[in-house]
T-cell receptor, first 113, second 114 residues
Framework: ETGVTQSPTHLIKTRGQQVTLRCSSQ?????VSWYQQALGQGPQFIFQ???????GRGNFPPRFSGLQFPNYSSELNVNALELDDSALYLC????????????FGQGTRLTVV | AQSVTQLDSQVPVFEEAPVELRCNYS??????LFWYVQYPNQGLQLLLK??????LVESINGFEAEFNKSQTSFHLRKPSVHISDTAEYFC????????????FGAGTILRVKS
C-alpha cells in the first residue's frame, strides 16, 4: 500500500470541457509529480510541485495546470480538453531528497469524447 | 536530455523459464535507475532501484537488475517466472542532481504462459 490516492478513478468528458483531477500524497512526502500515460506508452512527465510551487515542467501546453496545497495534496487541471488528452493520469509523491523513490497512485483514467 | 530505450515491446515466456527485459539509457550526467511494474488497470509499483553502491540490485519477489555504466544498461532478469509475473514493466531514469522527474521507457509486456 503506497498511500497515494487519486480521485476519481474514471472520468468521461466532452471535448472542450475542463477537468480537475486530485491526488493525496503519502504521509511525509512534500513533492508531487503528475504524469500522463497514453495507451501503449510509458508515462510522460507533466510537472512537479514542491512546497506549493511548480518546480519543473515537461513538454505540455499551458492548458495543463496544477496546484499543491499546504497539506501537500495536489490537483491537475486541464482546460479545453482535446481527444488526445484521453489517457491514464498518474500522480507520484516523494520527498525532496535526491536518493529516494517516487510512489505512484492508481491513476485516473480520463476519456475525452 | 535523457532517454530510455526498452528494446522489446513484448516478451512471451513459459512458466518457470528465465527472462531478461532489456533497458538502455542515454544521459550526459549520472542518473538513478528504476524498474516499475504495472498490472492491468492499475498504477505503477516500484520493483527495484539503483541509487548507489552495489550495481546488482534485487527485489523481494526474485527479480534482479544490474547497472552497467559502461554499456548504459539496466537489464531486468528473473531466473524462473510465474504466471503472476504477467504485467507491463517500465524502466525509468532520474538525474542525480536535480528534482524528481522520471523519464520512462515505452514499456515491455511480459506474458507468462503455462
Amino acid at each position: 500500500e503506497t498511500g497515494v490516492t487519486q480521485s476519481p478513478t474514471h472520468l468521461i468528458k466532452t471535448r472542450g470541457q475542463q477537468v480537475t483531477l486530485r491526488c493525496s500524497s503519502q504521509s511525509g512526502h512534500n513533492t508531487v509529480s503528475w504524469y500522463q500515460q497514453a495507451l501503449g506508452q510509458g508515462p510522460q512527465f507533466i510537472f512537479q510541485y514542491y512546497r506549493e510551487e511548480e518546480n519543473g515542467r515537461g513538454n505540455f501546453p499551458p492548458r495543463f495546470s496544477g496546484l499543491q496545497f499546504p497539506n501537500y495534496s495536489s490537483e491537475l487541471n486541464v482546460n479545453a480538453l482535446e481527444l488526445d488528452d484521453s489517457a491514464l493520469y498518474l500522480c507520484a509523491s516523494s520527498t525532496a531528497r535526491q536518493n529516494t523513490e517516487a510512489f505512484f497512485g492508481q491513476g485516473t483514467r480520463l476519456t475525452v469524447v | 536530455a535523457q532517454s530510455v530505450t526498452q528494446l522489446d515491446s513484448q516478451v512471451p515466456v513459459f512458466e518457470e523459464a528465465p527472462v531478461e527485459l532489456r533497458c538502455n539509457y542515454s544521459s550526459s550526467v549520472s542518473v538513478y535507475l528504476f524498474w516499475y511494474v504495472q498490472y492491468p488497470n492499475q498504477g505503477l509499483q516500484l520493483l527495484l532501484k539503483y541509487l548507489s553502491g552495489s550495481t546488482l540490485v534485487e527485489s523481494i519477489n526474485g527479480f534482479e537488475a544490474e547497472f552497467n555504466k559502461s554499456q548504459t544498461s539496466f537489464h531486468l532478469r528473473k531466473p524462473s517466472v510465474h504466471i503472476s509475473d504477467t504485467a507491463e514493466y517500465f524502466c525509468a531514469v532520474r538525474r542525480m542532481e536535480y528534482g524528481n522527474k522520471l523519464v520512462f521507457g515505452a514499456g515491455t509486456i511480459l506474458r507468462v504462459k503455462s
